[in-house]
């Protein structure tokens, strides 16, 4: 398991992304499922930097965890923020033109269709939200 933790600010996307990168190379992750997790990263650590702590900043970490048979990684995201459970908005009725649907929730609903997991829970005063992408073949 591997860590990083840097502030929920915008600019710090392309340092999480680079970080879960350098283990997703290492498993020889498919360029596919990389990119799938790099826009995933991009919705999520986004949401945490606009919105956990607002107008503050504050800590953020995402931790990359890998599992064998069948390979798969699991990227947690964790910050003490604003407590926001973003799994429980209803997903946006994709079958409405984009001047018809609400605004917001395209972006969590993208993520939740490109994971084969995800999952969210508020602990001991923390948002923890889970994704896994399966990269085993």
Avoid: W
């Amino acid at each position: 398991m591997k860590e990083l933790t840097v502030n929920a600010v915008i600019e710090n996307i392309e340092r999480v992304t680079a970080f879960v990168d350098e283990q997703l190379e290492a498993l020889g992750c498919p360029v596919k499922a990389q990119m799938q997790i790099d826009i995933a990263i991009d919705e999520l650590f986004g949401n945490i930097a606009h919105y956990a702590y607002h107008p503050e900043v504050g800590p953020a970490t995402v931790r990359v965890e890998v599992t064998d048979a069948p390979l798969a990684v699991i990227i947690t995201f964790i910050d003490n923020g604003v407590q926001y459970d973003p799994l429980a908005k209803k997903d946006p009725d994709t079958a409405l033109s984009a001047e018809e649907r609400e605004i917001g929730g395209l972006g969590i609903y993208m993520v939740k269709k490109s994971m084969d997991d995800i999952s969210y829970e508020y602990k001991d005063g923390k948002n923890i939200l889970r994704i896994k992408k399966m990269i085993g073949e």
